[in-house]
């Protein structure tokens, strides 16, 4: 298996740019396939059926696609997008519209979920769900303090908190979350914004299985 800049070489010789992640390699010519992330899940739900659990959930059912796309894209704009403009900004504007769009976003969430649905479109999970949880997981441990969106905490919203610790505890979520990679990870590699390197022992996450 090729790893890193060698699968991005190997389906391209020339390749010069940056290496990013996720992607799908294929195991046997150990080349890239694609990096586009936004697809790469739909393609999983949609094209990979054979291969699916059985009794795994439909997550991106005919039926709800135009809604399932429509919150997809208000998240990933003002959300997963948004704690990076916030975080990687080079000036005050750029950080406090980032800062903005984020908690607007959060805000417009609280009030969705306190609408007594378990998941985003109701009582069944979707691809929503999905893209909301990989910054929710991420929110208290890394982007409250390392990208400053540091106006309150996910624990702080009740009924946001609640529905991330429901889908951290589905099976395939919080079984695949590593609190300590994820610190490692964001406060180990981004020298401009944290130059000591130093990694913080908290936030306690023993509640996301409460």
Known sequence: MRWGGEAYRAADPSFADRVTVP???????GRVVTNDYPQITLDLSTEWVAHHRAGAPDLYPMAQRC????????????????????????????????????????????DRLSDRRRFLLGDCLSEADVRLFTTLVRFDAVYHNHFR???NKITEMPAIWAYARRVFQTPGFGDSVDFDQIKRHYYGTHAAINPTGIIPKGPDTSGWLS
Not at 23 to 29: C, E, F, K, P, R
Not at 74 to 79: F, K, P, Q, V
């Open 23 to 29: 992607a799908i390699v294929d195991t046997l010519s």
């Open 67 to 110: 809604e399932i796309d429509a919150v997809m894209l208000e998240i990933y704009t003002d959300l997963n997008n948004g704690v990076y403009l916030a975080g990687f900004a080079a000036s005050q504007e750029a950080y406090e519209a980032g800062y903005d769009a984020v908690f607007r976003r959060l805000d417009a969430l609280e």
């Open 149 to 151: 969106c540091n106006r």
